[in-house]
T-cell receptor
Framework: QQKVQQSPESLSVPEGGMASLNCTSS?????YFWWYRQHSGEGPKALM?????GDKKEGRFTAHLNKASLHVSLHIRDSQPSDSALYFC??????????????FGEGTQVTVIS | NAGVIQTPRHKVTGKGQEATLWCEPI?????VFWYRQTIVQGLEFLTY????????DSGMPKERFSAQMPNQSHSTLKIQSTQPQDSAVYLC???????????FGSGTRLLVI
């Protein structure tokens, strides 16, 4: 079973609209979560990280983490055509301050329709 | 800062040939990761190094895949006797430490024919 599961698989949103992506982990060892975005032909780029319960806002992007349910969400408001991309949720375990591997979800393809 | 540099961007090999992929991490980043991306399997972890030492290779197909990091400025992923199922985008990433964003390269698209 995939340790990090994302929904939906794909999402279409009108330009200027709100996109909501979800991610659930089945592994309670995961402590740190990221959202990555990948445009076609490029590597994934870190969008934002969230490590504590609650909301974190960066510009048009808001992430929410609930560690009890291991659920992470990403909301994109005022969606722009440049937001069309593949979005990944990623998680890592606590490794004592040292870098550890990231486990990625399957991805959500977001298409912003003009 | 040129970011993580991966070469070549594209590689075509015949079945049974060897492929070597190169990665130059961001200077000062202590950890280097290799991932493989396909439509079917998504982003799969292969292996990683921390301060050049191999830490976890649990995602590596054991028999034909190997990775090395001979110095802090580059890492290589070698695939021997390539098979069509090895066709994928191979991504390298580096990170300065825990809780820091991982920076990915643009990847090497490997096609085995």
């Amino acid at each position: 079973q995939q340790k990090v599961q994302q929904s939906p698989e794909s999402l279409s949103v009108p330009e200027g609209g709100m996109a909501s992506l979800n991610c659930t982990s089945s592994d309670r060892n995961f402590q740190y979560f990221w959202w990555y975005r990948q445009h076609s032909g490029e590597g994934p780029k870190a969008l934002m990280s969230i490590f504590s319960d609650g909301d974190k806002k960066e510009g048009r992007f808001t992430a929410h983490l609930n560690k009890a349910s291991l659920h992470v969400s990403l909301h994109i408001r005022d969606s722009q055509p440049s937001d069309s991309a593949l979005y990944f949720c990623a998680a890592s375990e606590h490794t004592g301050g040292l870098s550890g591997k990231l486990t990625f979800g399957e991805g959500t393809q977001v298409t912003v329709i003009s | 800062n040129a970011g993580v540099i991966q070469t070549p961007r594209h590689k075509v090999t015949g079945k049974g040939q060897e492929a070597t992929l190169w990665c130059e991490p961001i200077s000062g980043h202590s950890a280097v990761f290799w991932y493989r991306q396909t439509i079917v399997q998504g982003l799969e972890f292969l292996t990683y190094f921390r301060n050049q030492a191999p830490i976890d290779d649990s995602g590596m197909p054991k028999e034909r895949f190997s990775a090395q990091m001979p110095n802090q400025s580059h890492s290589t992923l070698k695939i021997q006797s390539t098979q069509p199922q090895d066709s994928a985008v191979y991504l390298c990433a580096s990170s300065p430490g825990q809780n820091s964003d991982y920076t990915f390269g643009s990847g090497t698209r490997l096609l085995v024919i």
